[in-house]
């Protein structure tokens, strides 16, 4: 399948092709529910997009009111729905029922089933991820596409583990584990890292996954910044004091710019000043997404203006 155009609308080379879960979060508390789109992969995309990087998405979703709804949200900042994408009977959802202490129990209505993918064109970053890595049938497609496409492009992985919808630890850690040796820069968060590797600090988790082949990992720690290590050296890039309305969407956020700053960077490899670079900007994005309510991410406009401020101040 050629993603980059369909037999009768062509579309622009793609910067950058996410591959995953696109669906609807629904949030209730007592007699209030509210719905909006959402699923990680989806927000690195959209976030991307309104970064001005022209993006993909390969996802599985319905021709349903929820699918219609996540396209026009998508479309709206530019994502491409990539052909192939509304393949399911239904639209995924994730319910989070918001207790009286504050407290969120979630529930998933998610299948996950993605076509066997051969590209005949290439993005510069394929970025993938989430729900979509580990949950069969898709999760197969995913893998067989990051084998394809790692000799080609640079691949970025983020787990964003989801306990409820894994199956045990070491078979988690296993898919994990076999899909790293694909990529190039591999994101997570403390709570990924802690759950993947328990007991182990961050520094070892970040050489462990380097040690399987990735060239660039990422360990995010919201308040205390965050950790980029390479097998020659590691820099830790502090947080962005702000105030915080929620968290909702801060480390896809913080993905997007990071994946935003691999496709500018002014050099090929990560220099200690090529990381505080990323660093720097990724935690600027983060800190601009918390400050609002929801998945909210910055514009160019935005995050360039925060990172100018920055550098004045």
């Given at each position: ?220 720690r919201g308040a205390e910044g965050s950790y980029l290590s390479t097998p020659g050296f590691d820099v ?50 983060a800190a601009i997404t918390v400050q609002r309510p929801g998945a909210n991410p910055p514009s160019l ?13």
């Amino acid at each position: 399948m050629d993603y980059l155009k369909t037999a009768d609308q062509p579309h622009p080379q793609l910067d950058v092709m996410v591959v995953g879960e696109a669906l609807i979060d629904v949030v209730t508390s007592g007699n209030h529910r509210v719905e909006h789109p959402g699923g990680s992969p989806a927000n690195v995309a959209y976030g991307l997009a309104r970064l001005g990087v022209t993006t993909g998405l390969l996802t599985a979703m319905a021709p349903d009111a929820w699918g219609r709804r996540i396209e026009e949200h998508l479309s709206g900042a530019g994502v491409v729905l990539l052909p192939g994408s509304k393949r399911l009977a239904r639209t995924a959802s994730a319910t989070a029922t918001v207790a009286a202490d504050g407290s969120a129990h979630y529930d998933f209505d998610i299948s996950w089933d993605l076509a066997p993918q051969t590209p005949a064109l290439f993005p510069k970053i394929l970025h993938t991820g989430s729900i979509a890595t580990f949950l069969a049938p898709g999760a197969g497609a995913v893998r067989s596409l990051l084998e394809q496409a790692h000799r080609h492009c640079v691949i970025t992985y983020d787990p964003n583990i989801r306990p409820a919808l894994l199956g045990s630890h070491a078979e988690a850690r296993a898919i994990f584990e076999d899909l790293v040796r694909f990529t190039d820069v591999v994101k997570l968060s403390d709570e990924d890292a802690q759950w993947l590797y328990p007991g182990n600090s961050v520094d070892e988790t970040a050489a462990r996954i380097l040690g399987l082949g990735t060239s660039l990992t990422v360990i995010t720690r919201g308040a205390e910044g965050s950790y980029l290590s390479t097998p020659g050296f590691d820099v830790t890039v502090p947080a962005v004091k702000t105030k915080v309305a929620d968290t909702i969407g801060a480390g896809d956020s913080f993905m997007s710019a990071l994946i935003h700053g691999l496709l500018n960077r002014d050099t090929e490899g990560f220099a200690p000043a090529v990381l505080e670079q990323l660093g720097r900007a990724a935690a600027a994005a983060a800190a601009i997404t918390v400050q609002r309510p929801g998945a909210n991410p910055p514009s160019l406009e935005e995050l360039t203006a925060r990172l100018e401020s920055q550098r004045v101040g």
